[in-house]
Nanobody, 114 residues
Framework: VQLQASGGGLVQAGGSLRLSCAAS????????MGWFRQRLGKQRELVAI???????NYADSVKGRVIISRDNAKNTVDLQMNSLNPDDTGVYYC?????????RGQGTQVTVSS
């Protein structure tokens, strides 16, 4: 299984970015898909996850600013991020689980300038 993430980049504070991730190498829909981020000097942090039924969970720090969505048939997950601020700067990784197996993408850099 491979996860390919895209959509990162440089944006000004208050701007928006949409991250996308596609899983390949497996036909069955992932149980859970989501995004983590690694910010400089901080531990890896869950940003948002969504299960195959559409139930979502968001970090408190992004609630109201971020929307996660997925396409079960395509095994893709998107993260729409709005009202970005410099504290959102970091490397964002998509993750997917099938049973007790978790896979992580290569990460995409998000940089928010003030």
């Amino acid at each position: 299984v491979q996860l390919q993430a895209s959509g990162g980049g440089l944006v000004q504070a208050g701007g928006s970015l949409r991250l996308s991730c596609a899983a390949s190498g497996i036909i069955r829909s992932a149980d859970v898909m989501g995004w983590f981020r690694q910010r400089l000097g901080k531990q890896r942090e869950l940003v948002a996850i969504i299960d195959s039924g559409g139930k979502t969970n968001y970090a408190d720090s992004v609630k109201g600013r971020v929307i996660i969505s997925r396409d079960n048939a395509k095994n893709t997950v998107d993260l729409q991020m709005n009202s970005l601020n410099p504290d959102d700067t970091g490397v964002y990784y998509c993750i997917s689980t099938w049973g007790n197996r978790e896979y992580r993408g290569q990460g995409t850099q998000v940089t928010v300038s003030s």
